[in-house]
């Protein structure tokens, strides 16, 4: 079994514990259309300095609950040591296939920061309606982190956390050094981007193999 870095997680008041010039964290996003039967994340590795130096990808399935142990399995096959933080860009993917930001955080000993950006009344009522057979395991999963925490980062922009194995402070902390402007971080960004051209070209090179049987 591969070794994975454990860290302590911090605690609430960690609002003074910096993190390191080169930090490397994994941002994660991703691409899908619902017609499809599986979507497709990014994980991006990202160094304080911007640069990139790991990629990897999983798809999980639309509407399905398998996307826990799809990022789990992205994780281990990048085999990386280095990787201080996890950073997604929402716990919701593929169509309210709901990430357990904990089993992320115990699984791996990796901190979880997951930042949304826009004020929600619940989704309970949608879960109940789409999912009438599962919507309380979902919902469950989904609030396991706790609630969400608005901050507003550096930039000025605001945005919305939850975490697990690091304090809301010191998550911040880390949003700040890799947002560059607006409230999108680097990482997640980048993984958007690299999610999309991926999700499109492999949509689009299967349309065709179809259109040419």
Same mark, same amino acid.
């Given at each position: ?20 010039s080169?930090v =490397? ?13 599986t ?8 160094r ?26 992205l ?7 280095d990787? =201080?933080a996890?950073m ?10 709901? %990430?357990?930001? #904990? ?5 791996t000993?990796?901190?979880? %920061? ?18 009438p057979?599962?919507w309380?395991?979902r919902?469950a999963?989904?609030?396991?982190g706790?609630a969400?925490t608005p ?6 922009? !605001? ?7 690091v304090?809301? !402070? =010191? ?11 607006g =409230? #999108?971080?680097?990482? #997640?960004?980048?993984?958007r ?17 179809e259109?040419?049987?």
């Amino acid at each position: 079994m591969d070794l994975i870095h454990k860290i302590e997680p911090s605690s609430g008041d960690d609002s003074t514990v910096g993190w390191k010039s080169g930090v =490397r964290v994994l941002g994660i996003a991703e691409s899908f259309k619902k017609s499809q039967l599986t979507s497709l994340v990014a994980g991006v590795v990202m160094r304080g300095d911007f640069r990139i130096d790991g990629f990897g990808a999983c798809q999980p399935t639309i509407g399905g609950t398998d996307s826990t142990v799809s990022l789990l399995q992205l994780f281990r096959r990048l085999k990386r040591q280095d990787i =201080r933080a996890w950073m997604l860009g929402g716990s919701l993917i593929s169509w309210f296939n709901v %990430v357990d930001i #904990v089993e992320l955080y115990t699984a791996t000993g990796v901190p979880v %920061v997951c930042v949304t950006y826009h004020p929600s009344e619940g989704i309970e009522k949608y879960l109940k309606e789409y999912f009438p057979d599962d919507w309380q395991s979902r919902l469950a999963t989904l609030t396991k982190g706790g609630a969400r925490t608005p901050i507003q980062l550096e930039t000025g922009h !605001s945005a919305f956390l939850t975490t697990a194995g690091v304090g809301v !402070s =010191r998550a911040k902390r880390l949003l700040d050094r890799f947002t560059l402007d607006g =409230r #999108v971080p680097e990482p #997640v960004r980048v993984a958007r981007l690299a999610a999309a051209g991926l999700y499109r070209d492999m949509f689009h090179s299967a349309i065709e193999g179809e259109l040419k049987r």
